[in-house]
């Protein structure tokens, strides 16, 4: 696709349930970044992944959250048992991983957890 | 430690006037700073990108500044509209590092008629 591509676009799921998020990234992109955003909150970092490199984790906020970057495209966001505080948005973004090219965002999945 | 902080953290203003956002830095080395718009819902698009020999950078309406050696820039919005009603996202590149992107908290913007 032309974009970054996230789904689904949004989510509601019981809290204590799992969720899955998937972000299809610019094709060539090597770089692919995770945020979260909650309400009325700027861009929490997550994850990073870079080529065969091993992940940046650094940003994830509990050993519920994981994510995987199948064979350097599609990457996908996991939930272990949901919580209240984990409803945000999820903001994927990807880039070439040079320092001087633009890191380009899909939509995001709004996640309601209920 | 590298950060990024902005301010205001929210404004208001009314259409038709001028605006200016703050973004302070400490990312080093420095490579470059973007400024990203995020609309209700949508992800964040980039206005502007400007590198350490760039001072002043316009798109439309948006015009940013850079200063390199206090480590400052500024989105001047000008004749605002109320489609400029939005989140507004400094980003700076570092040169070096694996995850080389720091991201600002940004700054939300709302226009009223």
């Known amino acids: 696709g032309a974009g970054v591509s996230q789904s689904p676009s949004n989510k509601v799921t019981e809290k204590g349930k799992d969720v899955e998020l998937r972000c299809d990234p610019i094709s060539g992109h090597t770089a692919l970044y995770w945020y979260r955003q909650s309400l009325g909150q700027g861009l929490e970092f997550l994850i990073y992944f870079q080529g065969n490199s091993a992940p940046d984790k650094s940003g994830l906020p509990s050993d519920r959250f994981s994510a995987e970057r199948t064979g350097g495209s599609v990457s996908t966001l996991t939930i272990q048992r949901t919580q209240q505080e984990d409803s945000a948005v999820y903001l994927c973004?990807?880039?070439?991983?040079?320092?001087?090219?633009?890191?380009?965002f899909g939509q995001g999945t709004r996640l309601t957890v209920v | 430690k590298n950060q990024v902080e902005q301010s205001p953290q929210s404004l208001i203003i009314l259409e038709g006037k001028n605006c200016t956002l703050q973004?302070?830095?400490?990312?080093?080395?420095?490579?470059?700073l973007r400024w990203y718009k995020q609309d209700t819902g949508r992800g964040p698009v980039s206005l502007t990108i400007?590198?350490?020999?760039?001072n002043t950078k316009s798109n439309g309406r948006y015009t940013a500044t850079l200063d390199a050696d206090t480590k400052q820039s500024s989105l001047h919005i000008t004749a605002s509209q109320l489609s400029d009603s939005a989140s507004y996202i400094c980003?700076?590149?570092?040169?070096?590092?694996?995850?080389?992107?720091?991201f600002g908290t940004g700054t939300r913007l709302t226009v009223i008629p």
């Open positions: 400007m590198t350490f020999s760039e």
């Open positions: 980003v700076v590149s570092a040169q070096t590092g694996a995850n080389n992107l720091f």
């Open positions: 973004a990807s880039s070439l991983g040079d320092s001087r090219t633009e890191a380009f």
């Open positions: 973004c302070n830095y400490t990312v080093s080395p420095f490579s470059n």
